[in-house]
């Protein structure tokens, strides 16, 4: 890989270098991202969604996250394939070039993780994440009693790293200082709004039973009677950035209003199951 000439041209200021790039997102933009950025809007203006409620957030994701990927993955594949226009290039596709690469260049290798301590890998990347604190006599959904030796274990191995996702947030910061040259970006919280898996678990089968039986609650904006004056909209505006200009995006019908009505149904499952809980 050369990388001389991308340094130089990102400290001398040069954008003449970023024009791929800044080609490759405005295509994620209209192959995908737009209309998810779109649907989510409409979510909110005609079917309820709260972006400020973490628990919404966490239904997003629950419901739309595979999606969202599958698309991603689609865009990527696609892109890897399509050739590239110029003199070096010779209308090779980004998997040709990197093949070409890797038998003349040898195979480029960067620990993305390198200086990162070990606990906070484990505690991010593992499989568990965050480990949860129980109260007296509480061992937790699904955990037997005699499991906590486990987790003492990891306490142990990295005794100096606290438990507490706050303090996890700093360390992080600290350790990650030097490569980051501007101001952090606020990240919506999402977090299930259950107290344990049983809990969530619950609700998991009750929305099932709702998708089989294809109930659509009432006053989501998503059932035919609430649309008899005036057709489904087909189109959403967005406006990317701050000062962006307005975009209209196109929803189909067929493809997006079925996944409101999933989002619908799912709001108003998790709707009653937290009132009762919390009566």
């Known amino acids: 890989m050369h990388r001389g000439p991308a340094r130089a041209s990102f400290m001398w200021g040069s954008s003449t270098r970023n024009t791929r790039i800044e080609r490759l997102w405005v295509e994620v933009g209209t192959q995908f991202a737009r209309q998810w950025r779109a649907f989510f809007t409409r979510l909110g203006r005609l079917h309820r969604l709260d972006r400020k409620n973490p628990a919404h957030l966490w239904l997003l994701h629950c419901l739309f996250l595979d999606s969202i990927n599958d698309d991603c993955k689609e865009f990527q594949t696609e892109w890897n394939l399509h050739p590239i226009s110029g003199r070096t290039t010779s209308d090779q596709s980004p998997t040709d070039m990197r093949l070409l690469g890797q038998t003349t260049e040898g195979v480029y290798k960067d620990d993305p993780l390198d200086g990162i301590h070990p606990g906070v890998i484990s505690r991010y990347l593992g499989v568990m994440g965050l480990k949860k604190h129980c109260g007296p006599n509480q061992t937790g959904a699904g955990h037997a009693e005699d499991d906590d030796d486990s987790d003492s274990e990891e306490e142990d191995k990295f005794p100096d790293i606290d438990d507490t996702e706050a303090d996890m947030e700093n360390r992080i910061s600290m350790d990650q200082a030097h490569n980051i040259r501007h101001a952090p970006i606020k990240v919506a919280r999402h977090c299930s709004p259950f107290d344990n898996a049983e809990q969530e678990a619950i609700f998991m089968d009750l929305?099932?039973?709702?998708?089989?039986?294809?109930?659509?609650?009432e006053d989501y904006g998503v059932r035919d009677v609430e649309w008899d004056e005036e057709d489904y909209p087909?189109?959403?505006?967005?406006?990317?950035?701050?000062?962006?200009?307005?975009?209209?995006?196109?929803?189909?019908?067929?493809?997006?209003?079925?996944?409101?009505?999933?989002?619908?149904?799912?709001?108003?499952?998790?709707s009653q199951i937290l009132t009762q809980l919390e009566s």
Do not use: F, S
């Open 207 to 217: 929305l099932e039973d709702i998708l089989e039986q294809d109930n659509v609650p």
């Open 234 to 270: 087909e189109t959403e505006i967005i406006r990317p950035g701050i000062r962006g200009k307005e975009i209209v995006v196109v929803l189909p019908r067929g493809e997006w209003l079925p996944r409101a009505v999933i989002w619908a149904q799912a709001l108003d499952v998790l």
